[in-house]
């Protein structure tokens, strides 16, 4: 079975610069996650999405933070502009369904760099 | 809400011996979700064991137990016979069962020597 794909691996950008992360979840996992691994910290959720509609994104800065979830597959998470606090690995997760003791699987992540 | 506090940033361990890892939350919940995770040099986050809090019996996953204490709010995990593969950031995650949101701690850094 195939996992989480993510990408790109790495990106490094410029300050006030905009930037786009892609995630393809577990076939056949409804649920799928955004979160944000600052260097030395536990991941943070950012937006949880059941099928294609938003559960929770009461973490998501959205003033400079979009992400969609289109057919309920792929997802991407955009930061439009980047700053220096934004630096960090962003990790996408899915789970079959959004219950509290369903098992999230993760992605390797993207790791983000603005300098 | 929701807190994890994981209060050993990093721990070393010789290899086959035995290591436990700190865990104390704190939630208003009754029922909630307790998880290990770890986390390779890799970056890929997998889950290690997971306890429910309605169970009075501590979960175990072969080499990997828990010690589950509710009234405590505490949640450790033991590693016994610990291998060079074990080294990795350990997270301590929790979910409330009115929620969906997976609340981690700061990690432990766990280094097995040879």
């Known amino acids: 079975e195939a996992g989480v794909a993510q990408s790109p691996r790495y990106k490094i950008i410029e300050k006030r610069q905009s930037v786009a992360f892609w995630c393809n979840p577990i076939s056949g996992h409804a649920t799928l996650y955004w979160y944000q691994q600052i260097l030395g910290q536990g991941p943070k959720l950012l937006i949880q999405f059941q099928n294609n509609g938003v559960v929770d994104d009461s973490q998501l800065p959205k003033d400079r933070f979009s992400a969609e979830r289109l057919k309920g597959v792929d997802s991407t998470l955009k930061i439009q502009p980047a700053k220096l606090e934004d630096s960090a690995v962003y990790l996408c997760?899915?789970?079959?369904?959004?219950?509290?003791?369903?098992?999230?699987?993760f992605g390797p992540g993207t790791r983000l760099t603005v300098l | 809400a929701q807190t994890v506090t994981q209060s050993q940033p990093e721990m070393s361990v010789q290899e086959a011996e035995t290591v436990t890892l700190s865990c104390t939350y704190d939630t208003s919940e009754n029922n909630y979700y307790l998880f290990w995770y770890k986390q390779p040099p890799s970056r890929q986050m997998i889950l290690v064991i997971r306890q429910e809090a309605y169970k009075q019996q501590n979960a175990t996953e072969n080499r990997f137990s828990v010690n589950f204490q509710k009234a405590a709010k505490s949640f450790s995990l033991k590693i016994s016979d610990s291998q060079l593969g074990d080294t990795a950031m350990y997270f301590c995650?929790?979910?409330?069962?009115?929620?969906?949101?997976?609340?981690f701690g700061e990690g432990t850094q766990l280094t097995v020597n040879p």
């Open positions: 997760a899915s789970s079959f369904a959004g219950g509290t003791g369903h098992e999230q699987f």
């Open positions: 995650a929790l979910r409330e069962t009115s929620g969906s949101r997976l609340t």
